[in-house]
């Protein structure tokens, strides 16, 4: 069982920045030996789960959704069991809970997708106001 959370939520100035952390605990060497993917998803109510990032270990890849291309960075250190996402020029539109996602199997193409992410953190909260 692998347990994910995540911290680094806050209320922000539109133009601001902010940094989350996600943590795993327990057996994640499932993982390593698959060659798991890692990822930061949101969700705003009344809209569909959106990758923002993700991480191909086996491949040192990085994958960014469109909306967050040049602002947003994922940052990672699988030996340490931890993700970040540094998040600059942050807009009113960028709201949302934000998600940790790991054990992702796949097609890279896919690694975007909600779907193909076994374990979930449980949110943290981003609110950049105009």
């Known amino acids: 069982q692998v347990h994910l959370v995540e911290s680094g939520g806050d209320s922000v100035q539109a133009g601001g920045t902010l940094r989350l952390s996600c943590t795993a605990s327990?057996?994640?060497?499932?993982?390593?030996?698959?060659?798991?993917?890692w990822a930061w998803f949101r969700q705003s109510p009344g809209k569909e789960r959106e990758g923002v990032a993700a991480?191909?270990?086996?491949?040192?890849?990085?994958f960014y959704g469109d909306s967050v291309k040049g602002r947003f960075t994922l940052a990672q250190d699988i030996d340490k069991k931890t993700i970040f996402l540094e998040m600059n020029s942050l807009k009113p539109e960028d709201t949302a809970q934000y998600y940790c996602?790991?054990?992702?199997?796949?097609?890279?193409?896919?690694?975007?997708?909600?779907?193909?992410?076994?374990?979930w953190g449980q949110g943290t909260q981003v609110t950049v106001s105009s």
């Open positions: 991480y191909w270990p086996s491949a040192s890849r990085t």
């Open positions: 996602a790991a054990g992702g199997l796949g097609r890279a193409s896919d690694i975007l997708l909600a779907r193909i992410y076994r374990d």
């Open positions: 327990g057996d994640t060497s499932g993982y390593k030996k698959s060659g798991a993917y």
